[in-house]
């Protein structure tokens, strides 16, 4: 009976001790990632950045994705800042469809086992991420609102004026 006690009293204390969620917090530095060629942590650095993660299915990610394109048609495309999506736990065929359904131009990549995904957090999107140029995070949404898109493009707007 003691023996059962003490191991429910260790199993309780573990779980507790575990309930921490990883997150990357404002002020933290950018995890260390590599996709492909293209989209790694280091090709981000020097430039403002904006790391987005979606799934193809979710309604808030589809209201938030037509902002990512505007961001990036006003500054990504002229190379003032750096735009990059991952499509969480979906394939290249799902995130193709979606792009070419909804005429996306920014860089988007799945990410079907969360390899990336689980570097920024393990729940919640969509999210979108704002590093400076140095890879720390000055701004951070979850899940989707009209005013944390204009709090984005505040934050955007903010970087770039400096």
């Given amino acids: 009976m003691k023996r059962t006690l003490f191991s429910l009293a260790v199993a309780a204390l573990v779980a507790s001790c575990g309930g921490k969620v990883l997150s990357v917090e404002v002020g933290d530095k950018m995890p260390a990632f590599d996709m492909t060629a293209t989209a790694t942590s280091q090709s981000l650095l020097g430039r403002p950045s904006l790391v987005v993660f ?32 991952f499509a969480r736990e979906q394939t290249s065929a799902d ?22 995904y689980s570097l920024f957090a393990e729940k919640i999107i969509p999210r979108c991420y704002l590093f400076d140029g140095s890879g720390k995070l000055a701004y951070k949404s979850e899940g989707y609102s009209p005013e944390q898109v204009t709090e984005l493009f505040e934050a955007v707007e903010q970087m770039l004026s400096r």
């Fill in 54 to 85: 979606f799934a193809t299915w979710c309604p808030g990610c589809q209201a938030e994705l037509p902002y990512v394109q505007q961001l990036y048609e006003k500054y990504g495309e002229s190379g003032k800042m750096a735009i990059v999506a």
């Fill in 95 to 116: 995130v193709d469809t979606l792009w070419q359904q909804q005429a996306f131009t920014f860089p988007a990549y799945a990410d079907p086992g969360r390899k990336i």
